[in-house]
């Protein structure tokens, strides 16, 4: 016979017993204490333990032994993954592991337009304060316009090497499918002349039109007499702001095409793929010369009398909207 005491005392463990199973369940599975969204680095190589210890000092978690216990028990963080993570309000300790275990890495962007400068691109990263540390500005023609991920804390320095990387194997790419008996010898020089094409066109269609213009200008030996090339020197890419003076137009440097022969010294920006791609595979043609023609584009002429009539065109449109 069993005593009632003995009945009380086995009620007394069930309840006990039941209560911590639901503490410890609760306390994987109930809600966390963050009161709003919040995101967290793990960093790179950091194990369960120092996880655990970053989110309870960061409030993501009540208790980091529960937290590293509880993992252990229900088989996670091994998976643990760096990065940086969004962690919702009230999440549960399973929710917070099963996220960073994730590959809902938070994504930062940022970009670089067709034909941005490089000292550019340098005041871009240097205003995301996301990312960490000093960098020099990029050598020009050296990163590849587009749209990159970085992660919060990389340096600076890390995503000028990725955009750097890119240009180069795009380059390398481009360079292997050139077209035969180009003017530029060296992808280099395809490089030097892609800029100029980028700066002198904003209109994708023409791309190899003026490319095609510029080898023919450079096979015979004719001034190149790109505008944007007087003009780097003065600003290294950014915006002049005002027309160009007379004495910068005969201004003598390593990139003035109006005093020089040949091609620049260097890129006078960073061009796109399609310029590049625009230069090694240019439009088989015999234009010496083109001026806009009022909607964005420009007018081609193989001889100096057309392209004449074509400026005497576009001045006349100039003096109709009264820029004249």
């Known amino acids: ?29 109930g809600s966390g204490p963050l009161d709003k969204e919040q995101h967290f680095i793990v960093p790179t190589g950091a194990g369960l333990g120092d996880v655990a210890d970053r989110l309870e000092k960061q409030g993501v978690i009540a208790s980091a032994t ?6 252990r028990v ?12 969004a962690i919702p309000a009230h999440a549960s300790p399973s929710a917070v592991l ?44 050296s990163v590849l316009p587009d749209t990159y991920t970085f992660e919060k804390g990389e340096p600076r320095e890390e995503v000028v090497r990725r955009m750097q990387a890119a240009m ?19 992808p280099e020089q395809a490089i030097v002349l892609a800029s100029i094409v980028e700066k002198e066109t ?15 200008r450079l096979r015979t ?17 950014k915006r002049l702001g005002r027309r160009i003076l007379q004495s910068e137009i ?20 960073n061009p796109s793929r399609e310029s590049i791609a625009a230069v090694l595979n240019p439009a088989k043609t015999d234009a010496l010369y083109m001026v806009a023609d009022g909607t964005g584009g420009h007018v081609f002429a193989s001889t100096l009398a057309d392209h004449n009539r074509n400026v005497a065109k576009w001045f006349a449109i100039r003096r109709e909207r009264g820029e004249l």
């Open 1 to 29: 016979m069993i005593s009632r005491r003995g009945c009380g005392l086995a009620a007394i463990v069930a309840v006990l017993f039941v209560g911590s199973l639901w503490a410890f369940f609760g306390g994987w599975y």
């Open 66 to 71: 529960g937290f590293k216990l509880r993992a």
């Open 74 to 85: 229900f088989g996670g963080g091994s998976g643990i993954k760096a990065g940086e993570f």
């Open 98 to 141: 099963a996220i960073i275990s994730s590959d809902e890495i938070v994504r930062r962007f940022v970009t670089v337009p067709e034909g941005m400068p490089s000292i550019m691109v340098y005041d871009r990263l240097k205003a995301q304060q996301a990312l960490t540390g000093d960098v020099a500005v990029p050598a020009e023609g």
């Open 168 to 186: 180069s194997r795009t380059l390398k790419e481009l360079w292997a499918g050139r077209a035969k008996n180009l003017v530029v010898k060296t």
């Open 202 to 216: 904003g209109k994708p269609s023409e791309r190899r039109m003026v490319a095609g213009l510029y080898s023919n």
């Open 221 to 237: 030996g004719m001034l190149l007499q790109a505008d944007p090339t007087i003009i780097y020197p003065i600003t290294k890419g």
């Open 250 to 269: 005969q201004a003598v440097n390593g990139y003035n095409t109006y005093t020089m022969v040949g091609l620049p010294k260097g890129p006078i920006t």
